[in-house]
């Protein structure tokens, strides 16, 4: 499956964005999908993870309550919406993607892989 990643920007402390993550190349229902980011001399660390059917979802403890992750399988797209961004918000985002039939919660098993898009928020 091949991921595009879409939607970052520049916006203010306190600001919202939308994410999206577009599919294409094989069943998109087939998938587990994940959200990553990675903010310069950092790791790279989980964000949001949503299951094949969109009923099961998880989040990062920093933005569990300010950021949503959802799927619209119909246009193979995940989004993920961002709410009271916080200047530590900063970074490269990336969507990620594995075989429904691995467990959803194990982060290390992500292995298709879009390219990332940029989210600074300013103070």
């Known amino acids: 499956v091949q991921l595009q990643a879409s939607g970052g920007g520049l916006v203010q402390a306190g600001g919202s964005l939308r994410l999206s993550c577009a599919a294409s190349g094989r069943t998109f229902t087939n998938y587990h999908v994940g959200w990553f980011r990675q903010a310069p001399g950092k790791e790279r660390e989980f964000v949001a993870g949503?299951?094949?059917?969109?009923?099961?979802?998880y989040y990062a403890d920093s933005v569990q309550g300010r950021f949503a992750i959802s799927r619209d399988n119909a246009k193979s797209t995940v989004y993920l919406q961002m709410n009271s961004l916080k200047p530590e918000d900063t970074a490269v985002y990336y969507c990620?993607?594995?075989?429904?039939?691995?467990?959803?919660?194990?982060?290390?098993?992500?292995?298709?892989w879009g390219q990332g898009t940029q989210v600074t928020v300013s103070s």
């Open positions: 990620a993607a594995k075989e429904s039939y691995r467990i959803l919660e194990v982060i290390a098993s992500y292995h298709y």
């Open positions: 949503i299951s094949w059917n969109g009923i099961s979802t």
